[in-house]
């Protein structure tokens, strides 16, 4: 009985070089190909009323450069990515650039590593003029965020591999060669998807009560004072924006407000006739959506019993100078009244605080000032601030400058006690006593860690309100906290503004890779081309003889056919 078991086709053992020859090749070039892989944060993408701003791309695929001019005045940068520190960024440059809507194949933007999040303890050499490139930051971000640009623009920190890729980039482009697929170099790739929009983007604000003591049979409701502070940041970099300052000074100052109180309100015998309200409200930098909306949830009755409020904005910047915005006229009895409290413990503390006189107008939708909400419904309330006039829509609100390393401790506790301390004695008629109910020595002394701790969480935490979910862990966090010192605590849900839309895509990895040039890529396939031929040759002659393979560049011999 014949086997029917076919044995295998093996493959002619003259291919096996050739073969191990390829394979040796392809992952050779594999292994070479990336030199480095980087962090990036790309510029945000947003539109107010259907106007594009930002960065409107995110895919990044193109060779690096190092200047806007390249080898010349009139070179093509549309497939060049530039690489520019912004230690040595020209402004007037890239804002005529801009401006003037030329075009590039995208931007990377170099920041100094002492900016990385995580880096909350370190500091700036003495060398380094610290002002000068804050201020060059503040004019990139305020440029950046308010111009519609059509290429990717990607945030990444210096480090020594990045660095030797410029450095290399720069010899390449002074030498009059600059990346090009015919010349090779430096080719910069970042996949990403196209940027959706974000679709309902979520505003969460979180409130918690202190109840006053009701004397038994005292139908009337107690009087109620709130203290409020935005939470949320907007910044060029959305992953970035961690706004230690604006307003993450203002949340920390209001968490340890709340713990102090929480002691004196535990209390029965301590606890005063009044009525506390914490809220940490989202949508600060749009206008105060967050504000508006918690405030337009409040019953008439609630909104009547607010005697008024304080709102906390960026109290930990150097300096000793406050400053108390208002909306109504300064001669306001209830005005005179909180100002007057807040100027005597200030000079107690050797703080000034001056008062901020600005008008609303109801029909403009702008607000500057988060005490602005409330002074649209008729209740008094002022902003305790370092700044000393109104920010315009989207500044100050927690850009790539305010990080830990301008966000000073010592200025958010005195700010706390200035606070804490008015309050207390309005609470408790003590006005024109001078005590310290929050002395440094007694058990309601301000809690240094406690407020280090938190700065430092909210230091490398971005909290931009359109990229933070229902749940985020911050927005927990935050509630979590208010409920150890709280009562009735509750998060409320909103949408943002449909004025404002975001896009996604807000930070990737970028990929690094060297590049050869076409020339080199045509010399080296002559090469292995001729090299194969040749190896092919040998190892033919050798196993099956020269007739055989002249015969392979040979036609079929044709036959001719005879008709008999």
Request: hydrophobic share 40%; aromatic share 8%; glycine share 6%.
């Amino acid at each position: 009985m014949a086997n029917s078991f076919r044995k295998p086709a093996m493959l002619d053992p003259m291919y096996y070089p050739i073969i191990a020859l390829l394979i040796a090749l392809i992952a050779c070039v594999e292994l070479s190909d990336a030199v480095t892989a980087v962090d990036v944060y790309r510029l945000v993408q947003y539109d107010i009323s259907g106007v594009p701003f930002g960065s409107r791309l995110a895919t990044l695929n193109h060779h690096a450069g190092s200047s806007f001019f390249g080898s010349g005045s009139s070179s093509d940068l549309s497939r060049t990515v530039l690489i520019l520190p912004v230690r040595e960024l020209n402004l007037t440059l890239i804002t005529e650039y801009i401006e003037q809507k030329k075009l590039l194949g995208g931007l990377l933007l170099l920041l100094p590593p002492k900016f990385r999040l995580e880096n909350t303890g370190s500091t700036f050499g003495a060398d380094e003029d610290i002002d000068s490139l804050r201020n060059k930051l503040v004019e990139l971000e305020w440029l950046l965020t308010h111009s519609n640009i059509p290429y990717p623009v990607y945030f990444a920190f210096e480090d020594d591999n990045i660095k030797a890729v410029l450095a290399e980039v720069k010899r390449n482009d002074a030498s009059g060669q600059p990346a090009t697929a015919t010349t090779g170099g430096y080719k910069l790739v970042v996949a990403a998807s196209d940027p959706k929009r974000i679709v309902s983007p979520n505003i969460a604000n979180i409130q918690g009560w202190l109840p006053g003591l009701k004397v038994d049979g005292d139908s009337n409701q107690l009087p109620t004072i709130a203290i409020v502070a935005s939470y949320d940041t907007f910044g060029a970099a959305p992953a970035l924006s961690v706004g230690s300052d604006s307003n993450g000074s203002g949340v920390v100052a209001l968490l340890e407000i709340a713990r102090l109180f929480s002691a004196l309100y535990s209390n029965p015998k301590t606890r005063g006739r009044y009525n506390l309200l914490f809220g940490l409200t989202s949508g600060g930098p749009y206008n105060y959506n967050g504000t508006q909306k918690w405030l337009r949830s409040f019953d008439q009755r609630l909104r009547e019993s607010i005697d008024y409020a304080i709102c906390l904005n960026s109290v930990g910047s150097l300096g000793n100078q406050l400053h108390l915005h208002v909306s109504k006229p300064p001669e306001n009895a209830y005005i005179q009244q909180i100002f007057q409290g807040f100027s005597t413990v200030a000079e107690e503390l050797g703080l000034q605080v001056g008062l901020k006189h600005k008008k609303i107008n109801i029909s403009n939708p702008r607000v500057a000032w988060e005490h602005e909400q409330f002074s649209r419904l008729r209740v008094t309330a002022a902003t305790l601030s370092e700044l000393s006039t109104a920010p315009e829509l989207l500044e100050s609100t927690g850009g790539l400058t305010d990080n830990r390393h301008v966000t000073s401790e010592a200025s958010i506790i005195r700010s706390i006690k200035l606070v804490a301390e008015s309050l207390a004695r309005h609470i408790y008629s003590q006005e024109k006593k001078s005590i310290s109910i929050f002395a440094d020595d007694s058990s309601l002394a301000v809690n240094p860690s406690y407020i280090r701790s938190w700065l430092d969480l909210l230091s490398t935490t971005p909290r931009v309100a359109p990229f933070l979910s229902k749940n985020d862990p911050l927005i927990k966090a935050l509630e979590k906290e208010l409920a150890d010192h709280t009562a009735e605590v509750n998060v409320q849900h909103e949408t943002l503004d449909g004025t404002f839309t975001f896009y996604d895509s807000t930070s990737g990895k970028l990929h690094i890779y060297q590049v050869a040039s076409v020339t080199f890529d045509l010399l080296l396939l002559l090469v292995l081309g001729s090299y194969l031929i040749t190896l092919f040759s040998f190892l033919f002659i050798t196993t099956r003889g020269l007739d055989d393979l002249i015969s392979l560049f040979r036609g079929p011999s044709s036959r001719k056919v005879k008709n008999t």
